[in-house]
């Protein structure tokens, strides 16, 4: 789910809460790289970096695995709901 907003050049912005930037954003937090969550996700490494970028989002399957080993829940992975856990 992407939301868009129009710059003030006129061009679509992609809004920054979607899963690509939580991905990203838990994965810099955590210090997991791309491959890791490529294994648990059991999918190439480049489907990561596709995520990642928002061009596509996982499976519900991935998106359990992914949120296990970032320690997040898939609600807030997903949507944004839910408040990551804090260290």
Request: glycine share 6%; net charge positive; proline share 8%.
């Amino acid at each position: 789910q992407q939301h868009f907003t129009c710059s003030p050049g006129g061009h679509a912005v992609v809004h920054p809460e979607t899963f690509g930037r939580r991905l990203r954003d838990a994965m810099r937090e955590r210090r997991i790289g791309n491959e890791a969550v490529a294994a648990a996700a059991r999918v190439h490494v480049k489907t990561v970096s596709h995520w990642r970028s928002d061009r596509y989002v996982p499976e519900e399957p991935a998106i359990l695995a992914i949120a296990s080993l970032l320690s997040v829940s898939p609600a807030w992975l997903r949507y944004g709901d839910d408040l990551p856990p804090t260290d």
